[in-house]
């Protein structure tokens, strides 16, 4: 409710009814009451009250930018990065179909694109179609907690491919007290990136909304990595042995890793939890 958010909610609210884009006002009542009144119809989600300026701010945009919008869906937001930031930009969603609506927005209709004058790709973010090093800043707004965990490790780590080294990736995801939708830490492993600041871990007092089922306690949390520009090497090498290592950019590391599929160390806990104790069990019993 601060001056400095308000100023981009007003603007968001008022692409949002320029545009007659997606109305949720129903899910709004269901998941975030206190929203009520506050915008107007058609209504942008209300948890992109917080997420919508927190990008923004974060981002701390520039004239001439180039940022990519990762599963932008037809929202202001990635109108608001053209129109009002004054930034290039393009849209990437994996969903798309000529006109109409689809649940709430979301995918990407060819009249939206031909409406708007955005550039949007389709494709997914576990191989995002757009060229390394190139953008200045990328985006991926309430995305990853819908994704499985695989493709959300791997969608982390092709933003991070795009990014230019000094771009930022501003992230938002749904958190849960009660389950572990998504875990932001991991993120910020996964992706190879490092944030910018520092980051607040501390659980507001009161709860944002509601989940859809009307029982859980909806929570958004954001995170601002960006890349930095430093190499490393890969493997050990003897500061005696002659040879030097080849080089890496620090932010390819978690690709290193190979995936395990069945070992321990990809099992659940409570699986490993499992096998140990019934190794233990059957020694007892032998002995």
């Known amino acids: ?70 599963g932008c869906g037809m929202t202001a937001f990635t109108i608001y990065l053209k129109e009002i930031a004054k930034c290039g930009v393009i849209g990437v969603d994996p969903d798309a179909f000529e006109s109409g609506l689809r649940y709430k927005g979301h995918g990407v209709s060819r009249e ?27 985006f991926c707004l309430s995305v990853i907690e819908h994704l499985p965990p695989a493709a959300a490790r791997r969608g982390v780590q092709e933003m991070a491919r795009i990014l230019k080294p000094g771009g930022r990736l501003i992230i938002t995801v749904d958190v849960n007290m009660h389950s572990d939708i998504t875990r932001p830490l991991d993120l910020v492993w996964e992706s190879g990136l490092l944030p910018l600041g520092e980051i607040d871990l501390q659980w507001p007092a009161r709860r944002f909304g509601i989940f859809c089922d009307g029982k859980q306690p909806a929570d958004v949390f954001g995170l601002n990595l960006i890349k930095r520009d430093y190499w490393v090497e890969p493997q050990y090498v003897s500061p005696s042995g002659g ?17 395990t599929n ?18 233990a069990t059957a020694v007892l019993f032998q002995k």
């Not at 939206?112 to 990328?138: H, W, Y």
């Open 243 to 259: 040879k030097d290592a080849p080089l890496i950019p620090h932010w390819a590391i978690p690709g290193l890793r190979r995936p």
């Open 112 to 138: 939206f694109i031909r409406k708007t004058g955005l550039e949007i790709i389709q494709c997914g973010m576990e191989a995002i179609a757009l060229p390394s090093n190139r953008f200045d800043r990328v």
């Open 262 to 279: 069945g070992s321990a160390h990809t099992r659940p806990r409570w699986r490993r939890a499992a096998g140990r104790l019934k190794r």
């Open 1 to 70: 409710m601060t001056d400095e958010f308000q100023s981009v909610i007003r603007v968001m609210d008022e692409i949002t009814v320029r545009h007659n884009l997606p109305d949720h006002s129903d899910v709004n009542q269901e998941r975030y009451p206190w929203a009520k009144g506050l915008l107007n119809v058609p209504a942008f989600y209300a948890a992109r009250m917080w997420e919508y300026p927190f990008a923004i701010h974060s981002a701390e945009l520039q004239d001439g930018m180039l940022c990519a919008d990762i």
